[in-house]
Structure formats: C-alpha cells, structure tokens
C-alpha cells in the first residue's frame, strides 16, 4: 500500500467542479488583481475568524512583515518568538530590523511555554508572536495577561491552525493582528502562494490594505513605501470555495488523529502529541517523536509510507542566523525537538484504514528494534 505524506488531489477532488467553475468566472471577469473575488473571500473569512477584518496578501511571510511595519516595529526593538518554528517567523523579525528574541517551547505541547516568557522581556520589547504550531493553539490566556503587563503587542502566527479554537475563540483573532498562510499544503490552502492578516483594529487595516498596494490606497498615489502583496482573484475564488468545508475537513484530521492514538498508544520510546487546555486541536500534521526517527522513517519508506519533519534544523542553528551568534546549544529544547520530530500522514480523505495500516507498521518496526 503506497501512501504519499500529503495528496492534495485526493482532497481536491470532491470539489474539483466547484474549483474549476470558480477559476472560470475569474477568467470570464477578467479582473485578476483586488476585485471582488478577493472582497468576498476576505469577507468571509473575517466571518469565519471572528474579526473584523481581513487583509488578503501574497504570502504568510509577507502578512508577519507588514504587521510588523504597520506597528512601527523594527530596529532597536525586540520580539519574543518561540525558539521552535518554521524559520519565516524570524526571518520576518529580520527583515524589519528588529531583534529576534527565541522562547523555548514546553516539551509536550511543542508550543511556546507562556510560563518563560516573562523574563524574556526587557524595556526594548514590543511584541510578542505566539505560533500556533502543527494546529495546536498556544495557551494565550496567561500570553495575553503578560503582554496587557508589560504594554506589548501580540501577533499571532496562525498559518497551521486555521480554525482551532481555544476558549471559544478561533485563533487568530486574539492579537492586534494575526498573520496567516495560504500555502496548498495548509488546512486551508490555496493552489499556489497566499497568505492574509485579521485584525479588529481599523486603523491598522486601512494601513495595511495601503502597505500591501505599494503604500496606495488611490492609484498612483502614495501614502507609504510599500510593497507589493497582493492576493490575486484566483486564488481568492479558489479559497471562497475550499472556506465552507474547513471545519469538516478539521474534524476529520481530529478523527483520524485519534486513530492514531488508540493505534499508537503503548508503544515505549515514541511519544504522541499532547492535547493540553480549553482548546480544538486542527492537526495540520500528526508529529510522533522517537530518537529513532531516521531508521523508523527509513522503514516507514521501504513500506510505501511518506513522511516529513518539521523541521529537521532549529531556527538558531541555521546558516542564515549564525550572524545572531547563537550558541547552537542554547535552545535544547528545540533541538531535541528538531532532531528527533516525524510527521505522519493526515489529511481529509486519507482514510481509517490507511491510518491503521500506518500505525500497523510503526508497531511491527518497534517490536522488531526492541533496543
């Protein structure tokens, strides 16, 4: 049985008409950048998110960056990160010219540990980005009671957990402004790049809607230095159609989450994600972590069985940052995770039984490597 670790075809089907249509408006409309395709997408997904607005871009690396420079946010400024993410969150610290200040995440959630970011903060704070990681919401209540504390910013990086919620709320619509990621493999992505900012705060989204059009909200007028990062109408009617199926898409990646944990349960020397506080999990991937990962990976590939890490090199110790001149001993907790995470297949269609028959080899290859 051959399993690929993402079939993006396998969850485009069952809507492959209703993609195709919408593709085809675009096209019969023959307005491709701002229209109304992007005006209705973003609409509904401040509907969907509980905020008031939403600010469609090209990419989520691109929604982090221009919040950051909406707030005013850059050199000689610090932002708490957690030390375990994927790289975009700080390089977008970097891009603006502020100071990346890495967290250490708690063991079991893989999340930012709330309880170190206290002394994190220094009279040069002004944010904080909590990254809602692998679909599993950060504990925000105590975030946000410190950030209220201390007169920082939260900004949420919510490109994995579209549709979690925790205490009621959807995540990403608890920071001043929230960044998201349209990426295909995403829980809800689009057929190529693009990302979007939510916020409630008006100001900042006249701003952004401006910094996102070269700085312009009138043609040929120029109120900032801006970019360009725009989604574009495809893009947005592609995301108009795959928006309303999100939740059923989550629930079923919640199913066969736990279909993994009846399966894998038990197993000694493998360790299952965590599911912590008043919060719905979205498992935009599945991680198993073992410090065996290279042989089981190895095995689970001769098997027919794809896998993927996120993310095999903590941020601090890649070429890019060493700059920072950070010891790559200094944040062991992502290095332990980095070195010993695996991602397991889990998307909408992919099937009890297949997830089953995953969790049947990954028991076969322990009890054949007992050691």
Same mark, same amino acid.
Not at 1 to 7: G, Q, T, W
Not at 71 to 88: K, M, Q
Not at 109 to 116: A, E, Q, W
């Given at each position: ?24 408006? *675009? ?41 950051? =420079? ?25 891009? *603006? ?10 063991? %079991?959630?893989?999340?930012?540990? *709330? ?10 704070? /002004? ?20 950030? /209220? ?8 990086? %919510? ?21 998201? +990621? ?21 100001? =900042? ?8 059009? &070269? ?6 007028? %120029? ?11 495809? $893009? ?5 159609? /795959? ?6 898409? %989550? ?8 279909? &993994? ?10 360790? =299952? ?5 008043? $919060? +719905? $999990? *979205? ?30 090199? +903590? ?54 490597? /007992?050691?």
């Amino acid at each position: 049985m051959k399993i690929p670790y993402l079939d993006l075809n396998c969850i485009h089907q069952p809507i492959r008409n209703e993609i195709n249509q919408a593709i085809k408006e *675009v096209i019969d409309d023959s307005i491709y950048i701002l229209g109304n395709k992007v005006t209705a997408f973003e609409e509904a997904y401040s509907a969907y998110s509980g905020t008031k607005y939403t600010i469609s871009v090209a990419n989520g690396l691109d929604a982090i960056i221009l919040i950051l =420079l909406a707030l005013d946010i850059g050199v000689g400024d610090e932002v708490i990160v957690p030390s375990n993410t994927y790289i975009a969150t700080w390089i977008a610290i970097a891009k *603006v010219g502020a100071t990346i200040i890495p967290v250490e995440p708690d063991i %079991n959630t893989l999340n930012i540990d *709330v309880l170190k970011i206290e002394k994190a903060v220094t009279a040069r704070t /002004k944010a904080i980005i909590p990254v809602h990681l692998y679909g599993n919401t950060v504990e925000m209540e105590t975030l946000l009671a410190i950030a /209220k504390k201390y007169h920082l910013y939260v900004i949420e990086d %919510n490109a994995q957990a579209h549709g979690a919620i925790y205490q009621g709320k959807k995540s990403g619509s608890f920071g001043i402004a929230n960044a998201t +990621s349209f990426y295909p493999g995403k829980n809800l992505g689009c057929l190529g790049d693009g990302g979007a900012i939510t916020t409630n705060d008006e100001h =900042l989204n006249v701003k952004l809607r401006s910094l996102r059009n &070269y700085g312009s909200h009138t043609k040929y007028f %120029n109120d900032f230095v801006g970019v360009n990062s725009r989604l574009d109408e495809i $893009q947005a009617a592609i995301l108009s159609v /795959k928006l309303p199926f999100l939740d059923k898409c %989550n629930e079923e990646r919640r199913y066969l989450a736990n279909v &993994y944990r009846d399966n894998l349960s038990g197993i000694n020397h493998l360790i =299952l994600p965590i599911h912590k506080f008043d $919060q +719905s $999990q *979205v498992f935009h991937i599945f991680p198993i972590r073992t410090k065996k990962r290279i042989q089981l990976q190895t095995y689970l590939l001769q098997k027919g069985i794809g896998t993927m890490i996120h993310y095999p090199l +903590s941020a601090h110790r890649q070429k890019a940052f060493e700059h920072l001149r950070m010891a790559p001993e200094s944040y062991p907790l992502a290095n332990i995770i980095s070195d010993t995470i695996l991602s397991l297949p889990i998307y909408p269609g992919l099937g009890e039984d297949k997830v089953v028959h995953i969790s049947e080899v990954i028991r076969n290859f322990y009890t054949k490597n /007992k050691t």
